[in-house]
């Protein structure tokens, strides 16, 4: 498991403990939620839970809408926090993702997913240990669609040079903390030239600074392919939001599903730790066959980036010997 470290801020600590933001989010996010908050209070983590319980599903009313102001303030308040996935309805017009939102208010701009075989899961290919850094605040997540006419729409998807520098300069200091050899910028700059040339030609700048890694890119087609039939060519990849979306997910499908792939979202004051896929689940809340392999790990590296190592370690080894067991 990958650490995760920032010098920049200090999480809330009040006599000898932390007190971390809790949001179980929708689907099977409160059951997941339950499993590690039973772990951590069994293995007497150093942590007290400010649960805030913000919902996407009824978002849109008044009360959804101070539950997310109020999450948001506990976070800015505790500047670490544990999250599920909030629900964001597809037929709501005009309503923005509470997801995309906190992220693009507290500006935590770095998503990291791991993507590793977990040992009992058997799968179509071995050895895969890559890391893929998404840029979480712009792109095609900006947001920004009208109709300018009725039956034409118009998505603007937005990439500025600091925000490319800023992930760029991210994903070569993971490598490094990491011990990582390899970073590979995805983008699409043959048919998208401004945009992802853009984010393409910051990356080959950034890569300057750093000549002990390795350093490539490829165009999100071909990326998806190379994934599939030989991923363990990857390290660290770094790419805009929506890429970064669609690969999380198809990596995640190589070493077992979303259920066991952590992650965590990074900014310079706050830093959220969630499931590296973003699934909800309402198909199977409330059924107990949610896997809480993903938010159970995910709390790990949220202990790890607290320094609490041994915490981490214990958890994350009784998760893989559960599930070597079979």
């Not at 929708?26 to 983590?45: H, L, P, Q, R, W």
């Not at 300018?148 to 903390?177: H, M």
């Not at 004051?269 to 199977?284: K, Q, S, T």
């Not at 066959?289 to 320094?307: E, F, K």
Request: charged share 20%; net charge neutral.
């Amino acid at each position: 498991m990958a650490t995760v470290q920032s010098d920049i801020f200090k999480p809330t600590k009040y006599g000898g403990k932390y007190t971390v933001t809790l949001i179980p989010g929708d689907g099977i996010g409160v059951e997941v939620a339950e499993s590690v908050k039973t772990i951590f209070k069994a293995d007497n983590v150093p942590i007290e839970w400010e649960q805030v319980d913000v919902s996407g599903v009824d978002s849109g009313n008044k009360h959804s809408e101070d539950l997310f102001r109020e999450s948001i303030a506990s976070l800015r308040r505790n500047k670490l926090g544990l999250k599920g996935i909030l629900h964001t309805p597809i037929e709501r017009s005009g309503h923005q993702s509470f997801n995309v939102a906190l992220r693009q208010e507290l500006d935590i701009y770095a998503s990291i997913v791991l993507i590793k075989n977990i040992p009992g899961y058997q799968t179509r290919h071995n050895n895969v240990d890559l890391c893929i850094i998404r840029e979480n605040t712009e792109g095609e997540y900006s947001g920004l669609e009208h109709q300018p006419v009725n039956g034409v729409v118009e998505s603007l998807k937005i990439i500025t040079r600091a925000k490319s520098e800023r992930i760029a300069k991210f994903a070569f200091s993971f490598a490094l903390a990491n011990n990582r050899k390899k970073v590979t910028c995805i983008h699409k700059a043959n048919i998208m030239k401004l945009a992802d040339g853009l984010f393409r030609s910051t990356f080959k700048k950034v890569a300057e600074n750093y000549p002990t890694l390795e350093t490539n890119d490829m165009i999100v087609d071909n990326a998806s392919m190379q994934a599939v039939s030989r991923p363990q060519q990857f390290d660290v990849m770094v790419m805009p939001n929506l890429y970064g979306g669609i690969l999380s997910n198809v990596a995640a499908a190589l070493v077992g599903g979303p259920g066991i792939v952590p992650g965590c979202n990074m900014g310079r004051d706050v830093a959220v730790f969630e499931p590296g896929c973003r699934h909800v689940g309402l198909d199977i809340q409330g059924k107990d066959q949610a896997n809480p392999t993903a938010l159970i790990l995910s709390g790990s590296m949220l202990l790890r980036h607290l320094g609490l190592d041994d915490h981490a370690n214990r958890i994350s080894k009784a998760v893989y010997d559960v599930i070597g067991e079979g």
